[in-house]
C-alpha cells in the first residue's frame, strides 16, 4: 500500500503508541476478567452449602474426668477418702495415681517409699502435709485390704422386688 509510505514520522510515533495503549487496556481488562473469573469460584466455594452436621462422637479421656463417683475419684482412681485432695495434687505429677491404688504398704511402708523417691527421684519435702498423706495412705491402701475391697459387714439383706422402671 502506497498510503502507508506517506505517513510521516510523528504519525508512526502516535500509531505505535496507540498500539501500546492498546495492548495495555487489553492485558489489563484481561487481568480483571480472570480476576473476576477467580473470586466467582472462590465465592461459590465459600458460599457452597455444607453437608449437615453430624453428631461427633464423645471420646471421654479418664485422667480428663472430674468428679467423684462411688467414693473414688474418676480421674485418678484415688479413693475419694480424707486428704486424697492432698495426695492427688502431690503424687501424680510424676507418674500415674495407679502406683498408688495398686500398691499397699504400711504406715511405715509408705514412708520408706516417700522417703526413697525423695532421695532418688526429686520428690520435694512434702512438710506438714506429709502426715495427712500418710494417714490416707496408710488408711486406704494398706496390706490388708490385698487389693481387694474389704469384705462387707452388718449386711441387710432385702427381697428383690419387682422394678418398678
Ligand atoms: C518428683 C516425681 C514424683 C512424685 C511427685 C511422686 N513420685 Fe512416686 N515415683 C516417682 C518415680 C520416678 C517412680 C518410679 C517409677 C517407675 O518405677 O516407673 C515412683 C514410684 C512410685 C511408687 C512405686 C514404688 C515401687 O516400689 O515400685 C509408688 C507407690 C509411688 N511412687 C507413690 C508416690 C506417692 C504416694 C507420691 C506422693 C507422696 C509420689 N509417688 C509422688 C516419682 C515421683
Known amino acids: 500500500m502506497k498510503k502507508t509510505n506517506t505517513h510521516t514520522g ?5 500509531y505505535a503508541v496507540f498500539l501500546t495503549l492498546l495492548a ?3 492485558a489489563i481488562s484481561l487481568s480483571i ?24 462422637p464423645v471420646l471421654i479421656i479418664p485422667e480428663a474426668a472430674e468428679g467423684v463417683r462411688n467414693g473414688v475419684d474418676i480421674g485418678t482412681g484415688l479413693i475419694a477418702d480424707e486428704g486424697w485432695e492432698m ?16 500398691n499397699r504398704q504400711t504406715r511405715d511402708g509408705w514412708k520408706e517409699v516417700i522417703a ?4 532418688t527421684q526429686g520428690l520435694w519435702d512434702l512438710g ?4 495427712l498423706i500418710l494417714d ?19 449386711i441387710q439383706w432385702y427381697v428383690l422386688k419387682e422394678s418398678r422402671n
Open 87 to 102: 495426695v492427688r495434687a502431690n503424687c501424680t505429677a510424676c507418674h500415674s495415681a495407679k502406683l498408688i491404688t495398686q
Open 116 to 119: 526413697w523417691m525423695q532421695e
Open 10 to 14: 510523528f504519525s508512526r510515533l502516535v
Open 128 to 131: 506438714k502435709n506429709e502426715e
Open 136 to 154: 490416707y495412705l496408710a488408711k486406704n491402701y494398706a496390706p490388708e485390704n490385698k487389693g481387694r475391697r474389704a469384705n462387707l459387714k452388718n
Open 33 to 56: 476478567l480472570a480476576l473476576i473469573t477467580y473470586q466467582d469460584n472462590h465465592m461459590a466455594e465459600v458460599f457452597k452449602p455444607k453437608p449437615p452436621r453430624q453428631a461427633t
Open 24 to 26: 495495555f487496556v487489553l
